[in-house]
């Protein structure tokens, strides 16, 4: 009996660290595009497509990442990215606030009708309203400036619906002692509700900010030339006439993808949370 | 308290307005207008130069009809997105469990797999690029295994699953996010319970975890479908819709016409046809959905 629980007890742990050890081997090998980019981005020319192939550089180049930036204005292509997606998250911010609580707190007629409208502009893909929105770019005569990348990409109704959720929990009766005090709507958003959903305000910039330094579409669509460029579009410059500079390219693409990546780092339990919590809203 | 409530009764609307004006100005302006813009534009022949004239459906028969790539282009979207969803959702589901059954470094991995997901798809698309060109470390490896495998990219008949492993590698992770959580709520009794009756670890996957975890399945289902349906960003990096129009898919076709050509009319065409496409099987999902999710659990 004792002996039987035993070799039970090391089956179970033999189990487990088999486990351990395939998804330790499966995460190393899922990590690999992730170190080809940088071992890429750090050799030289000739070692890239070097025959047998070479896991590591010869000699380090940091230079290249040096490279890069004065191959192609990669440093306004930087500059370019975090503007337009901290302008947009800026915006973002601000509206959701304003008509999350609306959503929440305010009863005027319409109002569900009005909210199921917006969780219906959740469906329209961004390939079916480019072309109109090209044609409204040139007539406003915003093409290739950074209004056009920014305000037409600028309203989506996501926010509203994610701070709406959040203010929904926030208890009745904060609101309605300010209330009794006197205090405006505006007043109660600033000074109550907005302090209280921090989180839910963080994750919105989060996936806003994340989502527009990652967007390409658009970019590629009311952008002409080098000045307005954005990041994914720079990279995709770097395949030029003369071939690709492919070390170069893949220390642009480092350099795309770090704000990314640290903020998921940083920020992981947030973005585990809120994703947890997507599968409740999404059953109902 | 009382006395507060018949206060709330009364319409808040003239608070409301300025709380809304911004973003319904926005939403109307961006995204409303431009939606119906585009299908009065797909009844037109719009181009950069020349005589715009309304042509009725004309840009719709000629694509159903004469264009010799459209049906091509629907049907590798749709194979595109049959393919990546099923592989989605059993690479994200399978990932979610065996995470799931670990002791330790439950986070640790969940982040490692979930790292591509807040990248750009342009970056990562180049990355796999610089891998399967030809003469790239893949070629090599597949040359050394012996593997009589050709260039993965160039091939018109490997290209397509080439987007389609890129599309896995970078946005697996959120699936698997949302179906572990989901796993982790159901409650331990349940699972006891089915022990105790008998009831094989397998028999307690698909009977009594699956159940219980698909509102997930459906969420994860739906929002799965919408964006593979309009893949473009890998697609323009890893192959301009190449070789031939082997990977040319409806998302990548409007951004040609439109774009690249300047047939706009035709483009809008397209895009409808993408929207219809979307919509058709968002509702057929929501259909089906009364067949095997429970939300009563």
Known sequence: MTSEVRRRGTG????????????????????????????????????????????????VQWVNFVAAWSYLPFGRFFLNSAFVAASVTAIVLVVSSLSGYAFARLKFPGRSGLFILYLATLMVPQAVIVIPLFLMMGALDWVDTYQGLIVPVAFSSFGSFLLRQFFLTIPQELEDAARIDGASHLRILLTIFLPLSLPALGLLALFTFTGQWNSFLWPLIAVNGPDHATLPLGLTL??????????????????????????????????????????????? | MAALHPRRRRSDLRAAIPFLLPGFLGLATFLILPLFASLLLSFSN??????????GLANYVNLFTHDPIFWGVFRTTLLYTVEYLALNLVISLAMAVWIGSLSWGRQLFRLVFFLPTFTPLIGISLVWLLMLTPGGIVDSVFATLGAPVPNLITSPAYALQVVVIVSLWSHFGYNMLLFGAA??????????????DG?????????????????????????????????????????????????????????????VTYRLGYASAIAWVLFSVIMALTALQLR?????????I
Not at chain 1, 16 to 39: D, E, K, N, Q, Y
Not at chain 1, 247 to 263: D, F, Q, R
Not at chain 2, 208 to 214: C, D, G, H, Q, T
Request: glycine residues 8%; proline residues 5%; without cysteine.
């Open chain 1, 12 to 59: 179970a742990r033999t189990a487990s660290a088999a486990r351990h050890i395939g998804i330790a081997i499966t995460a190393v090998v899922f990590l690999f595009p992730f170190f080809w980019m940088l071992s890429n981005a750090l050799r030289l020319d000739r070692e890239i497509f070097a025959m047998p192939p070479r896991l590591l550089p010869s000699s």
């Open chain 2, 46 to 55: 719009w181009q950069v130069i020349g005589q715009t004239r309304f042509v």
């Open chain 2, 183 to 196: 796993l982790e709520t159901i409650p331990s009794a349940y699972l006891d319970a089915a022990a105790i």
């Open chain 1, 238 to 284: 770097f395949q030029g006439q003369q071939g690709t500079q492919w070390n170069y390219m893949m220390a642009g693409a480092t350099i795309s993808m770090l704000p990314g990546l640290v903020l998921t780092i940083l920020m992981h339990r947030y973005i585990f949370r809120s994703i947890a919590i997507g599968s409740g809203f999404g059953g109902r």
């Open chain 2, 199 to 259: 009831a094989r670890p397998w028999q307690r996957f698909w009977r009594i975890k699956l159940p219980l975890i698909s509102p997930s399945l459906f969420f994860g289902t739906v929002l799965t479908t919408i964006s593979s349906l309009q893949v473009f960003d890998q697609v323009y990096a890893l192959t301009r819709g190449g070789p031939g129009s082997s990977t040319t898919t409806l998302g990548y076709a409007i951004y040609s016409q439109g774009f």
């Open chain 2, 288 to 296: 089906l959905q009364r067949r095997w999710v429970h939300y009563d």
